[in-house]
């Protein structure tokens, strides 16, 4: 007797609530996607800072302040004097300006999903990897300190610091069959609440048999709407979806983050190898170096020739 009564509720809650909460859930799921996908582009745009720095500094030669020119043959100041750039070019500054304009120390955005924080914890973990490497015998795990540096980050691993980015994308993932299930549920509770009156039809009652068989199609076509709702719904989400695919973004900060470690390191051993080769040139032909220097100085200290105008 409490089976059936418990059955009965939730069929009648079923009825009457289950397109509003399949609604309520899509708009949760929506919000939840996209704040997923804004946290991991946030990620990316990070990335990319990053490559920016070192492909300026180190493919341009752009000389970006006298200190980072002289980590050039350490891996562990460059790579952290570099991130510290990029991180304080793309949060630092504009904490800066906002609070000379309205005296904010960050954006909604940036507290909510703690991309500061994330920031400064990406930046800290790189370097910890990196820092005890032995240039002259070790290369690093690029793909271990990448991938120690994304599972290890609290913010980038928790949306708004509380759900898990894993087990949340996993439920967001399942809604759309959810929708499909609820919708069909919803049409099996129609159908069931309906089938009990048929019993009650009396044949020999012309106008209580149109009414009874009204009220049942009535009601069937309302339970199909669930059905109807859910399809639409479980569409709308699985476009949603692929729209904002947080996956995606995923590979792509992992992929540009590692280019960064590599091309970065590259330069460090160009860097190292240049240095003892003029180490050895200078041991090994002090005479001829020091007269190298000579001319050098020379040319440079000789004043260019005065301009001729003409006409």
Not at 42 to 55: D, G, N, P, R, T
Not at 79 to 91: F, G, P, R, V
Not at 242 to 256: A, G, H, I, R, Y
Request: hydrophobic share 40%; glycine share 4%; proline share 3%.
């Amino acid at each position: 007797m409490t089976i059936q009564l418990v059955i009965d509720k939730l069929l009648a809650l079923s009825n009457t609530h289950l397109i509003p909460v399949m609604c309520a859930a899509f708009v949760l799921g929506i919000l939840a996607k996209y704040s997923l996908y804004f946290l991991k582009k946030s990620q990316v745009i990070l990335a990319k800072q990053i490559e920016k720095k070192i492909y300026l500094f180190l493919i341009e030669k752009e000389k970006v302040n006298s200190e980072v020119e002289e980590s050039k043959g350490d891996y562990f100041s460059l790579i952290t004097k570099l991130m510290n750039i990029a991180h304080d070019e793309l949060y630092e500054l504009k904490i800066a300006k906002m609070r000379r304009k309205l005296d904010y120390v960050t954006t909604v955005t940036d507290r909510a999903f703690l991309l500061i924080e994330g920031s400064r914890r990406l930046i800290k973990d790189v370097s910890m990897q990196v820092r005890y490497f032995d240039q002259n015998h070790d290369q690093p795990d690029f793909d271990q300190i990448t991938s120690y540096a994304e599972r290890t980050n609290p913010a980038y691993n928790r949306l708004f610091g509380i759900f898990g980015n894993n087990s949340l994308n996993s439920i967001l993932n399942l809604l759309p069959g959810l929708f499909v299930i609820g919708g069909i549920f919803g049409t099996f509770v129609g159908i069931m609440q309906g089938l009990p009156e048929l019993t009650n039809m009396d044949l020999s009652d012309p106008t209580m048999t149109k009414k009874t068989m009204d009220a049942f199609l009535t009601n069937i076509a309302y339970s199909m709407n669930t059905s109807l709702v859910g399809i639409v719904l479980c569409v709308c989400m699985n476009i949603f979806n692929s729209l904002f695919d947080s996956d995606s973004m995923d590979e792509e900060f992992s992929e540009k983050l590692k280019s960064c470690l590599v091309l970065t390191w590259r330069e460090v051993m160009v860097t190292r190898k240049n240095h003892q080769q003029i180490a050895q040139i200078r041991l090994e032909h002090p005479t001829r170096w020091e007269a190298q220097n000579v001319e050098i100085e020379e040319v440079e200290a000789e004043e260019p020739p005065p301009l001729k105008l003409v006409g």
